[in-house]
């Protein structure tokens, strides 16, 4: 046995056999009756072309285990077509670099800037307009950036595991620290400040609450409020006086409304997903029993 075989290797008797056996007969279109007609696929014209070129297309007792891993697998995937290890620990890899991108880098920005706008607003007494001037940018560039980094990260794929816990925190730890500076300084009433705070640090805990059941989603009321606090603190930072400091009281008045009532939109829909997600789960539980 030489491993050629007899109709690749041009013999008369081969080529006969081959003729009259029922694998060998073609249909009209080129394909033999025991096959289904597809495409054939480079790999299968190679191989094809190899044998009627007169080479071997497999060795005599070899079995396909004896194909190279990267052809025989898809290219990087164990027998079981999961990834291969080299490719897990790449990905691995390029997942702990993503971390550093332009999104998470300012989300790191407005938590450095936090201790920098205490110092600022709190430099020579508070009172300074020229040391509160200074404090005013730095608040407008933490809420500035907070408006670029969410809209970055969902654009251009960049989620992470840290932008999602660091974020809301980089949000209140720069909200929080002004409102505190600002009612220390006697500029801002604590009652203001806690209501805000409160606001905030309650719809996080129930947000969490109700994880399990759905995600409450951002309503346009909420985004509405955003704003008009970091423009209302915003005046507050500033050493205003005249109709300005009038305006920026009624400006924070707005603020406070559109907290407490976007607070309690919060909890109306906390309550209606937890009682959706209660009957769900009951009605799956009864369906599993039926």
């Known amino acids: 046995m030489t491993g050629v075989p007899a109709s690749a290797a041009g013999g008369p008797s081969g080529a006969r056999r081959a003729a009259a056996s029922p694998a060998g007969r073609s249909r009209p279109g080129g394909t033999p009756d025991g096959e289904t007609s597809r495409t054939r696929t480079p790999a299968s014209a190679g191989a094809t072309d190899g044998a009627a070129g007169g080479v071997p297309s497999a060795v005599p007792g070899s079995t396909p285990h004896s194909v190279p891993h990267d052809v025989s697998n898809g290219g990087g995937r164990d027998g079981d077509g999961h990834p291969a290890r080299g490719k897990k620990i790449a990905a691995a890899a390029v997942n702990q670099a993503s971390v ?57 794929n960049l989620v992470t595991d840290f932008g999602k816990i660091a974020d809301p925190i980089a949000d209140k ?49 909420g985004k509405l409020k955003t704003l008009t606090q970091g423009i209302a603190v915003g005046m507050y930072v500033l050493a205003l006086t005249g109709w300005l400091a009038t305006l920026r009281f009624w400006v924070m008045a707005a603020a406070v409304v559109l907290t407490v009532v976007t607070g309690l939109d919060y909890v109306r829909q906390a309550i209606v997903l937890r009682r959706q997600g209660i009957a769900e789960r009951k009605a799956a539980l009864e369906e599993t029993r039926a």
Do not use: K, Q
């Open 100 to 156: 550093w991108n332009i999104a998470n880098l300012l989300t790191m920005l407005r938590l450095v800037l936090v201790p920098a706008f205490v110092a600022l607003m709190l430099a020579d007494g508070g009172y300074d307009p020229v040391w509160r001037s200074f404090a005013w940018a730095a608040f407008a560039v933490a809420m500035i950036t907070d408006l670029f980094d969410g809209h970055l990260a969902r654009t251009y």
């Open 173 to 221: 730890a720069i909200m929080g620290a002004a409102l505190i500076c600002l009612s220390v300084l006697e500029d801002l009433p604590w009652w203001v400040t806690g209501v805000i705070l409160g606001r905030e640090l309650g719809i996080t805990l129930l947000r969490f609450l109700v994880i399990r059941y759905g995600v409450i989603p951002a309503s346009r009321g």
